[in-house]
């Protein structure tokens, strides 16, 4: 018997499907939605591989049920971490996030 598996994950994750837009650094936009999030990164499935280590950015917006006020909509930068491929045209891709901005409607 193996010792338990420990979490690596420092941050609580929460299996959350919100509509994304993601930029990569060679300018390419994509439409995506989140399979989970956390304070700390996020997880999402787009069409195409993209390189581990890559620059991203990303603007999502949280609904009223999380911020328990109004939608609001954060800009995020970040680094992609992991790449899966699931198959054809179905790529897992986790990125951390290392900065962030709250978007006002204004």
Same mark, same amino acid.
Do not use: W
């Given at each position: 018997?193996?010792?338990?598996?420990?979490?690596?994950?420092?941050?609580?994750?929460?299996?959350?499907?919100?509509?994304?837009?993601?930029?990569?650094?060679?300018?390419?936009?994509? @439409?995506?939605?989140?399979?989970?999030?956390?304070?700390?990164?996020?997880?999402?499935?787009?069409?195409?591989?993209?390189?581990?280590?890559?620059?991203?950015?990303?603007?999502?917006?949280?609904?009223? @049920?999380?911020?328990?006020?109004?939608?609001?909509?954060?800009?995020?930068?970040?680094?992609?971490?992991?790449?899966?491929?699931?198959?054809?045209?179905?790529?897992?891709?986790?990125?951390?996030? @290392?900065?962030? @901005?709250?978007?006002?409607?204004?």
């Amino acid at each position: 018997m193996g010792e338990p598996q420990q979490e690596q994950r420092a941050t609580r994750r929460f299996a959350l499907r919100l509509p994304l837009t993601v930029k990569f650094a060679h300018g390419e936009e994509k @439409e995506a939605q989140t399979r989970d999030v956390s304070a700390r990164g996020i997880s999402f499935f787009i069409d195409n591989v993209v390189a581990e280590g890559s620059p991203i950015e990303f603007t999502l917006t949280l609904p009223p @049920e999380i911020t328990l006020t109004e939608s609001i909509r954060v800009h995020c930068k970040g680094r992609v971490v992991r790449v899966e491929q699931h198959a054809p045209g179905r790529v897992g891709i986790a990125a951390i996030i @290392e900065r962030y @901005e709250f978007l006002s409607d204004t």
